[in-house]
């Protein structure tokens, strides 16, 4: 992608059009505030990889095309904003090439591409940025499971001002009108979905405007609170529980764990229910449901995201299994009637939960895992970044290693019926990666396992016959499972008739 310079008329028809001799793969456009300069991040290639982990951006003179500075930031980038006098620009990056996540917040110079980190110790990550002047940045701050709204001036050793504390709404998406007074804020909350809401400067909450979802208050909704936990080794774990909505004391439930892909994401204390994760329609029908952020997980700093690195399906997973005996120790949760479901590096977790750990549970719905690592680094199109920020090696420098952290590699001894549905048009994780553990625990015969492929989907399903299939899918097994009877796999439900997407049985 190239980056073309077009002259509009005053009626807004073409009258000169150029290609500029930037090299790379163009994208995160923006003009600055006088229109002399732009910014563009700029990757070696098109490729997904280089876009990830190689973008830089360049502050280019719009009428020469030729570049002023190169933004001193390696690794993942997320948000560019210029400021106000056209000075500076923040910007959303990683610490370094093997951080992540891009939750730091930088400030650089527009002309020698200098940066600094505005809040080098903080352990948490910057979700939306936004100038309220040209010396004062706003930033929607997250911290664990909970997220605020605060500024910080840009001089050094400058400290951050919280406008809106933690408690609240979960936000994410933030923009501020021009005078710094008043802002539109995209957040959620544990009653209801993504809406806008407003903030007025002195306010000490944000205001919800839009209400898409109005059932949704006249609606009973479960219980959810937050839980932390230790980890084997001492690590704290902090997570989201949706206790089940008729819960009777002194009462055990069964248990849906979901696990987050990434594992660069984590879990906010808001609207947790989607088509791949049950949260309150799960509760509704008798489940706890827990959402846990380990090692690895954004929201806690960098050092804690990096906390899983060379070490896959290691100690991160141990924490949810850990996560797990902490809520049977509560008395909440039936030992037995445990299930486990994630998607993406979740859907690893799900199969390394139904096989290495098989004991620990009785149900597992595994959406587009990783079974197999030697033949994911080999098609996957991020093979660079699962280095860089996961692995941390070469599958040649450690074949023993992937082999080891393979759930494949343990399906003889596993005893959990596993339901494993994937898009087949899915470059981020192939679907040969549910093929093979699905031929190898259909092969050796020991456990109920399903197959259901998606045509037209990728790494994830965006087609509402699709999510419904899935969703009805999810919970058929795990209530025939955790519920009913087990034994062998359910047959397909009546309310998956007349669906447009059939799935293989």
Known sequence: MRVHLTALSDEGVATESKMLGLEGSASEFAWSPKSDAFSVALAPTPLIDDEYMARTIHVVDAVSGVTRAKLETVGKLGDVVWSPDGASLAVIAAADIHDPN?????????????????????????AAIAFVDADTIAYVGHESVETYLAEIDTKPGAKPRVLVDKGGAAMYALSLSRDGKNAAIVADAPGHPR?????????????????????????RLAKQEVVTYKARDGVSIDGLLIRPLDEKPGTRYPLVLVVHGGPEAHYSNGWLTRYASPGQFGAAQGYAVFYPNYRGSTGRGVAFSKMGQSDYAGAEFDDLVDGVKHL????????KRVGVTGGSYGGYASAWLATKHTEHFAASVMFVGISENFSKFGTTDIPNEMYLVHARKWPWDNWDFYAERSPIRYVEQARTPILILHGEDDTRVHPSQSMTLYRYLKTYGKVPVRLVLYPGEGHGNRKAAAQKDYALRMMEWFDHFLKGSGGEKPAAGKALEGLIVEGRK
């Open 102 to 126: 891009a939750g730091r917040l930088v400030l650089a110079d527009a002309k020698s591409g200098r940066t600094r980190d505005l809040l080098p110790l903080w352990e948490g990550d910057v």
């Open 328 to 335: 049977i120790a509560t008395g909440l949760v039936d030992e």
């Open 195 to 219: 809406e806008v809401f407003r903030w007025t400067r002195g306010a000490k909450q944000v205001a919800r405007v839009s209400k898409s979802n109005p059932w949704l208050a006249t609606t």
